[in-house]
């Protein structure tokens, strides 16, 4: 097995250093990984050399687990470029944002039918994916990891928004 733990996911994968991605050539090479790495084609060699190819397995699944998902993705090239998300620390969004969010929660407070929620869905996967296009931008086209940072802040919380839309859904089909 000829993988380098000290590799980024990108390089584990063999996959260029950019957001825009394949998401079936991601699902390819981890399912190649993880026949390379299978703990039972080391069983020949000993519970060590299994131990490490469990430890491989792990660390292949964490490598998948980012790269396949956009949010967690353009997280991690920010990391990787120096603008580390810090969600927690910083919420610092801009204002236009945050008057969005608030006309979207107010919204989301006054459906009352499945109609008015698949409205409002609709402009949260506009926005989803207009953000989304900035991201790609900020990390691939004009490298701006910390701009891309802030985009990617926002959809943050336009997926928790999505969660709180698809609950809503729910609750009215009951």
């Given at each position: 097995?000829?993988?380098?733990?000290q590799s980024?996911?990108?390089?584990?994968?063999g996959?260029p250093?950019?957001?825009?991605?394949?998401?079936?050539?991601?699902d390819?090479?981890?399912?190649?990984?993880?026949?390379?790495a299978?703990?039972d084609?080391f069983?020949?060699?000993?519970a060590?050399?299994?131990?490490v190819?469990?430890?491989?397995?792990?660390?292949?699944?964490?490598?998948y687990?980012?790269l396949k998902?956009?949010?967690?993705?353009?997280?991690?090239?920010?990391?990787?470029?120096?603008?580390?998300?810090?969600?927690?620390?910083?919420?610092?969004?801009?204002?236009?944002?945050?008057?969005?969010?608030?006309e979207?929660?107010?919204?989301?407070?006054?459906?009352?039918?499945?109609?008015?929620?698949?409205?409002?869905?609709?402009?949260?996967?506009?926005s989803?994916?207009?953000?989304?296009?900035q991201?790609?931008?900020?990390?691939?086209e004009?490298?701006?990891?910390?701009?891309?940072?802030?985009?990617?802040r926002?959809l943050m919380?336009?997926?928790?928004?999505?969660?709180?839309?698809?609950a809503r859904?729910?609750?009215?089909?009951?």
């Amino acid at each position: 097995m000829n993988l380098n733990l000290q590799s980024n996911d990108f390089e584990l994968f063999g996959l260029p250093q950019r957001f825009g991605q394949d998401r079936a050539a991601i699902d390819a090479r981890w399912k190649e990984l993880q026949r390379e790495a299978h703990p039972d084609r080391f069983a020949a060699q000993g519970a060590a050399a299994q131990r490490v190819a469990m430890q491989w397995s792990v660390r292949i699944n964490e490598a998948y687990q980012r790269l396949k998902d956009p949010l967690k993705r353009a997280a991690y090239l920010c990391e990787l470029g120096g603008a580390p998300i810090n969600a927690e620390n910083n919420t610092a969004m801009p204002a236009e944002f945050l008057i969005e969010q608030m006309e979207w929660r107010e919204a989301l407070d006054q459906a009352a039918c499945e109609t008015d929620l698949e409205a409002l869905d609709e402009q949260m996967n506009r926005s989803r994916r207009e953000t989304l296009q900035q991201i790609e931008q900020l990390l691939d086209e004009d490298p701006d990891p910390a701009a891309a940072a802030q985009q990617v802040r926002g959809l943050m919380f336009i997926e928790r928004f999505d969660r709180d839309v698809q609950a809503r859904f729910e609750q009215l089909g009951q």
